[in-house]
């Protein structure tokens, strides 16, 4: 059995409906090949951040909306590759998506790093009509780096359409070639492990700003215990 036949996908929808994004992040995951577990945006999960601290000042379990939020957050943590898609509205990832995704500001590296992260690898798609998926792209690849994980891609289609149907044959083309080249990309990286640049660069830097300006906490407890204002580093501790 090939490793991949047993990689754990995990697609965060930022829609609650089939259309072109949701399409084509299904067609990424079906060639990569695994287990998959998908999750609409607002259905699963439709609570804005409260903005009440909670997650800082505890820890994230103690969010007024953790019971809903556990299921995703689990799911994730559990998964080898994370797929957030999103259409493009009016440049940028859905609300539902952004707000789903300001429920993790604690598992940015600047904060409380998540060791697991440097096991996984991540998408962000979207599709538009004609412009903005990268800007779209980027809302959902702030937090995927952040977080720590060790591959993180993007794929944007101008699909010039509102449903799939509409979809011209020639971009349902390089919507199969794309994904198809994505997923032999992804099956060889599986595995691999370490944090991004960008969140190896963020985490030396909180580590500097750790031992010479007065320590915040929780985070500064958290990094003591894991031994990350020493030798260790999360991406060296991620469990097997
Ligand atoms: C509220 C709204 C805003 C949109 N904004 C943009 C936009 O800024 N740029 C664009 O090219 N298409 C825009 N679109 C079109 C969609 O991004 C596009 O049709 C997309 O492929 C739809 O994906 P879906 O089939 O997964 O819903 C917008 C559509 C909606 C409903």
Not at 91 to 103: E, V
Not at 124 to 135: C, D, L, N
């Amino acid at each position: 059995m090939e490793r991949t036949d047993c990689m754990k996908i995990v697609i965060i929808h930022g829609q609650n409906h089939e259309g072109s994004t949701c399409l084509a992040a299904r067609a990424l995951a079906e060639k990569v090949g695994g287990e998959t577990r998908e999750f609409f945006l607002p259905r699963d999960f439709d609570r804005p951040c409260r903005g009440c601290y909670t997650c800082f000042q505890t820890e994230l379990s103690k969010c007024p909306h953790y019971r809903e939020l556990e299921p995703l957050a689990s799911a994730m943590l559990e998964a080898d590759l994370l797929i957030l898609d999103s259409p493009v509205y009016v440049y940028h990832a859905t609300g539902q998506m952004m707000s789903f995704l300001d429920h993790f500001g604690t598992w940015w590296v600047v904060h409380r790093p998540m060791p697991e992260m440097s096991r996984k690898q991540a998408v962000a798609i979207s599709t538009a009509a004609g412009g903005g998926m990268k800007s779209a792209c980027r809302d959902m690849t702030d937090s995927l780096e952040m977080w720590g994980v060790h591959k993180v891609y993007k794929l944007g289609f101008g699909v010039q359409a509102v449903k799939p149907s509409e979809i011209p044959a020639w971009i349902q083309k390089t919507i199969d070639k794309k994904t198809a080249a994505l997923a032999r990309k992804i099956q060889k990286n599986t595995g691999k492990q370490g944090y991004n640049p960008r969140a190896r660069l963020w985490f030396a830097l909180m580590r500097f700003a750790h031992r010479h300006f007065p320590p915040a906490e929780p985070d500064y407890g958290y990094w003591e215990a894991h031994g990350w204002h020493g030798k260790g580093r999360p991406w060296k501790t991620a469990r097997e």
